[in-house]
């Protein structure tokens, strides 16, 4: 199965929204609503932030957002903080009953 | 609140078999945490999801490692396992187990994650 598609890094200034893309096919994110993402920091384990295209868990900052067009997923960022700087994965439900990884994408806070 | 802890050899020599462990602590595998499993990131690279195992027995695989892995649970429903045979260099990763939680499409809770090189 091939890995779905995140842009290498994406950069913002503090208070600004940003916006990664996670694209793949009929087979996962465009077949089914289950996208998720994921952040992690250096050295640490990653974290769910959503779930199910556009759900957070509880505990998880409104500034996180998801949404999905197609074959591509989206996860937006409100607000950039500091501490928002980390490596964010998405990942999906594929129709080999798989799940999926995207490649992930660095954010820089400027 | 769920816990999940990997233990492993850290060290594994080409062409063995590498086994790691994943202990739940706070809870179980049952009815309300069906689903589990493991992913791996090799340094400096991004997460690759190896397999998935739900608390009755069904086990799903990544088509690139199905000849190598096995995902297993203990009959305790506390912990469960990883095998994965013929290891070379490029399995050396940090091994992490989750909880995928009620449907098993995503990872609700991670562990801390295992170091495991692959080295003669």
């Known amino acids: 199965q091939s890995a779905l598609t995140q842009p290498a890094s994406v950069s913002g200034f503090p208070g600004q929204s940003i916006t990664i893309s996670c694209t793949g096919s009929?087979?996962?994110?465009?077949?089914?609503?289950?996208v998720s993402w994921n952040q992690q920091h250096p050295g640490k384990a990653p974290k769910l932030i959503i779930f199910?295209?556009?759900k957070r868990p509880s505990g998880v900052s409104d500034r996180f957002s998801g949404s999905k067009s197609g074959n591509t997923a989206s996860l937006t960022i409100s607000g950039l903080q500091t501490e928002d700087e980390a490596d964010y994965y998405c990942?999906?439900?594929?129709?080999?009953?798989?799940?999926?990884f995207g490649g992930g994408t660095k954010l820089t806070v400027l | 609140q769920l816990q999940l802890q990997e233990s492993g050899p850290g060290l594994v020599k080409p062409s063995e078999t590498l086994s790691l462990n994943c202990v739940v602590l706070?809870?179980?595998?049952?009815?309300?945490?069906?689903?589990w499993g493991w992913i791996r990131q090799p340094p400096g690279k991004g997460l690759e999801w190896i397999a998935t195992?739900?608390?009755?027995?069904?086990?799903y695989y990544n088509p690139s490692l199905r000849s190598r892995a096995t995902i297993s649970r203990d009959t305790s429903m506390s912990h469960f396992s990883l095998r994965l045979s013929s290891v070379t260099v490029a399995d050396t990763a940090v091994y992490y187990c989750?909880?995928?939680?009620?449907?098993?499409?995503?990872?609700?809770?991670w562990g801390q994650g295992t170091l495991v090189t692959v080295s003669s």
């Open positions: 989750a909880d995928l939680g009620i449907v098993g499409r995503d990872f609700q809770e």
């Open positions: 009929s087979s996962d994110v465009g077949g089914y609503d289950y």
């Open positions: 706070g809870g179980s595998m049952s009815s309300t945490h069906p689903y």
């Open positions: 199910d295209v556009n």
């Open positions: 990942s999906s439900f594929t129709s080999s009953i798989t799940l999926v």
């Open positions: 195992i739900s608390y009755v027995g069904h086990t």
